[in-house]
């Protein structure tokens, strides 16, 4: 066993102090010391908060609902509804002036006055009173006079009345047919009715 002297026991006392010494110094300043200011804490980085739970699983407005249209035990099956667009497609506006439809001519009534006017315009008044005075004494204007079936008949006492019906199938009851075929029968025979209505002075008959 080594034994110490009483100086050599002095000297590591107070080497043992020493070094206790220097250790106090180096870790008070540390502990000592103002700590580091945080980041949460610092006034020119504001502290941004967590998203909540309810906020990240919250769904998009836009979004389309969905339904889970899976049985029990059988693969996971959804359904999305379709989000209906407008329509974009625009009709076009109607181009150009519409074009009027053209207006039918009045048809006059099948009577005895309008055919008096019918033969008026188309031969003039002078010529119109010659075969007026023929048909007057003839028939007295009257559509039905005479046989239909044998001998003269009509307004222009046509002889057999049937000829008239090439001017129209109702020939029989018509003065508008019976006078055009009765214009159409004096004029290519005599060229006018005044000159028609002299015959018939001369004659009896025409």
């Known amino acids: ?16 102090l020493v070094l206790l010494a220097d250790g106090v110094v180096v870790v008070a300043p540390a502990v000592l010391a103002d700590p580091a200011p945080s980041v949460a804490a610092s006034p020119s980085a504001p502290a941004t908060a967590s998203p909540l739970p309810t906020e990240i699983a919250e769904a998009s407005p836009t979004a389309a609902p969905t339904w889970d ?57 002078k010529q119109y009173d010659c075969v007026s005075a023929i048909w007057t004494a003839e028939s007295k204007w009257n559509p039905q006079a005479g046989n239909p079936a044998s001998g003269p008949y009509g307004i222009p006492q046509a002889y057999p009345g049937s000829k008239m019906a090439a001017f129209g ?14 214009i159409w029968y004096v004029y290519s025979r005599y ?9 018939w002075r001369s004659h009896g008959w025409y």
């Open 1 to 16: 066993m080594i034994r110490l002297s009483p100086a050599t026991i002095g000297l590591l006392v107070v080497a043992g």
């Open 169 to 182: 199938s109702n020939w029989r009851y018509s003065p508008l047919t019976q006078v055009k075929w009765g």
């Open 69 to 125: 249209l899976s049985w029990p035990g059988s693969p996971a099956a959804t359904f999305t509804q379709p989000t209906p667009s407008p329509s974009t497609t625009r009709q076009p506006w109607p181009s150009g002036t519409p074009t009027p439809k053209p207006t039918p001519a009045p048809t006059p009534r099948d009577t005895v006055w309008n055919a008096r006017i019918y033969i008026q315009n188309r031969i003039g008044v």
């Open 191 to 199: 060229g006018s009715a005044c000159n028609a209505y002299n015959f």
